[in-house]
């Protein structure tokens, strides 16, 4: 029986590009093992294997009784419901250390950098292993879509450092062209359910013994969204509602302009006040020069919920 590597629920292209990646590094140190994925890709992610002719991996939603491996999660709301019967033998992150815990030692990889990709093409390094060309392009989409082009909060040197390794390898060499185009993908929403542009880029979280919901759509204009915009408000509180949520919010990220125009869901709106200093009107709010979920959204509400 294969272990699997799989990422988070509503998978991104990192989540996806890092289970392939960790697996392929994995299987040249003789491991036999394979790369899953909790969900369906979403557009970028589809464009980003295509162009770099890599398959997509298998989607598994149940794990137990598996060796596993996560990567670029390790919170239990962001994993199989199922998890607690698998068993976890390492996780590979860039984001704060969750509420999954483990039985005995694991192999750990978690930096503070802009994308888990960054941590495993910095892992091929340190056990000398090639990195095949697909992988390395398919990596240097994934760093370049988390950093939003090296935009992002988020972003480190070390990201920018592996970049340069990477576009060596695969020969992309016109970083920002490429990030345009897979923005470009990403922006698409015609003729796509509301649900599912709510959901390309949704977490849960528990805060404060409540859940909390965000998701994220990263556009290169707001103005793709106007024609919509009062429907994914409305779905964003049908969907708190259905989950049971505090809060459910849904971040319009322009990143030409480099900010977000956040809607709100919430059983009290005052909490994002309390932690952007910006009172939402009509259930909405510009914040400018807010990009990224993982660094200036989610540390400030947990902070509120205490």
Known sequence: MSTLVFGHKNPDTDSVVAAIALA???KSLGEDIAPAIQGE????????????????????????????????????????????KANILGIVDHHK??????????????WPVGCTCTVIASMYDYF?????????????????????????????????????????ICGESDLDALGIEMFK??????????RELVLRDYKDFKMGGVGVGCGQLELVDL???????????????????????????LMLTDIMKEGTELLVASDDESVVEKAFGVKPVDSKCWLPGIMSRKKQIIPFLEKVFG
């Open 223 to 249: 103005s793709i969204v106007d024609g919509i915009k009062a429907d994914l408000e409305k779905d964003i509180r049908a969907m708190k509602a259905e989950k049971g949520n505090h809060t459910v919010l």
């Open 128 to 168: 000398n292993v090639a990195i095949p060309k697909g992988i390395a392009g398919a990596m240097l989409c994934a760093i370049l879509s988390d950093t939003v082009i090296f935009k992002s909060a988020t972003c480190t040197d070390k990201d920018k450092e592996i970049c340069a390794k990477l576009s060596e």
């Open 24 to 26: 392929d590094l994995k």
């Open 185 to 194: 993908v990403k922006s698409a929403v015609e003729g796509t359910p509301i």
């Open 41 to 84: 890709l979403n557009p970028e992610s589809k464009f980003v294997l295509n162009k770099f002719g890599l398959a997509a991996p298998a989607v598994v939603t149940s794990y137990a009784g598996k060796d596993v491996y996560l990567v670029d999660h390790s919170d239990l709301a962001q994993s199989p419901d199922d998890l607690g």
């Open 97 to 110: 250390l969750g509420d999954v815990t483990t039985g005995q030692p694991l192999e750990c990889w978690i």
